[in-house]
C-alpha cells in the first residue's frame, strides 16, 4: 500500500509560518483525498486541512481558517500544509492521511 512521509515540522516562534509536506510512495496518492490532521498532548487527534483528489476543493475547521492552506503538485505526489500567523496552540504532531494510511507525523512547537 502507499506510505505516506511527512516533513517540514519545528520550531517557530509565535506569528511565524512553516510549511509540511507529505510525499507518498507512488502516484495512486494523486486521485486519492489527503487531509492533515494534527494532535496536541493530552488531546484528540483533530482534522485541519482537506483536499479533493482534483485539488479544486478544500476543507478547513474554524481554528485554522485564513491561516493555513492546502495544496498538492501531482507531479512529486506531494501534498502541502501551509501554516501562518502559528500560535502556541498550533503546537501537535501533524499527520498526513489517505483512507486508513497515515504517516509517521511531524513535529511542531510554536514557542517564544
Known amino acids: 500500500q502507499v506510505q505516506l512521509v511527512e516533513s517540514g515540522g519545528g520550531l517557530v516562534q509565535p506569528g511565524g509560518s512553516l510549511r509540511l509536506s507529505c510525499t507518498a510512495s507512488?502516484?495512486?496518492?494523486?486521485?486519492?483525498?489527503v487531509s492533515w490532521f494534527r494532535q496536541a498532548p493530552g488531546k484528540q487527534r483533530e482534522l485541519v486541512a482537506r483536499?479533493?483528489?482534483?485539488?479544486?476543493?478544500?476543507t478547513y475547521p474554524d481554528p485554522v481558517k485564513g491561516r493555513f492552506t492546502i495544496s498538492r503538485d501531482m507531479a512529486k505526489n506531494t501534498v502541502y500544509l501551509q501554516m501562518n500567523s502559528l500560535s502556541p496552540e498550533d503546537t501537535a504532531v501533524y499527520y498526513c492521511?489517505?483512507?486508513?494510511?497515515w504517516g509517521q507525523g511531524t513535529q511542531v512547537i510554536v514557542s517564544s
Open positions: 492521511n489517505v483512507l486508513t494510511i
Open positions: 507512488d502516484g495512486s496518492f494523486n486521485v486519492a483525498i
Open positions: 483536499i479533493s483528489s482534483s485539488g479544486l476543493t478544500t
